[in-house]
Nanobody
Framework: QVQLVESGGGLVQAGDSLRLSCVAA????????MGWFRQAPGKEREFLAA????????YYADSVKGRFTISRDNGKNIVYLQMNSLKPEDTAVYYC?????????????????WGQGTQVTVSP
């Protein structure tokens, strides 16, 4: 059974940084591309970043490029999302997801495995 568990969310002020973690179990982690998404109340789930199986290729949404960094540690089965210069509009539930597809994707439908999410709240 595949499990993805996010952590690291919380309440921060605008301009602060947070690092989210997602621990994977029940799959051969190094065989999967990983992605981060978020969903704010009343909005659709939004793609943020993706990283390939070995960490050599990344892909970012324009909305977070230059502020967020995705990385992974295959020895620990963890994918990270470093978030800098946070803004109130970054407030959302953040999810990690896994896919065995070989191409980095921004489409949530191509990720069959999802975590339960971690809340990030950014105050003005």
């Amino acid at each position: 059974q595949v499990q993805l568990v996010e952590s690291g969310g919380g309440l921060v002020q605008a301009g602060d940084s947070l690092r989210l973690s997602c621990v994977a179990a029940g799959l051969t982690f190094s065989n999967y591309n990983m992605g981060w998404f978020r969903q704010a109340p009343g909005k659709e789930r939004e793609f943020l970043a993706a990283i390939n199986w070995i960490g050599g290729s990344t892909y970012y949404a324009d909305s977070v490029k230059g502020r967020f960094t995705i990385s992974r540690d295959n020895g620990k089965n963890i994918v990270y999302l470093q978030m800098n210069s946070l803004k109130p509009e970054d407030t959302a539930v953040y999810y990690c997801a896994a896919t065995s597809k070989s191409i980095l994707s921004r489409w949530s439908a191509e990720y069959p495995y999802w975590g339960q999410g971690t809340q990030v709240t950014v105050s003005p």
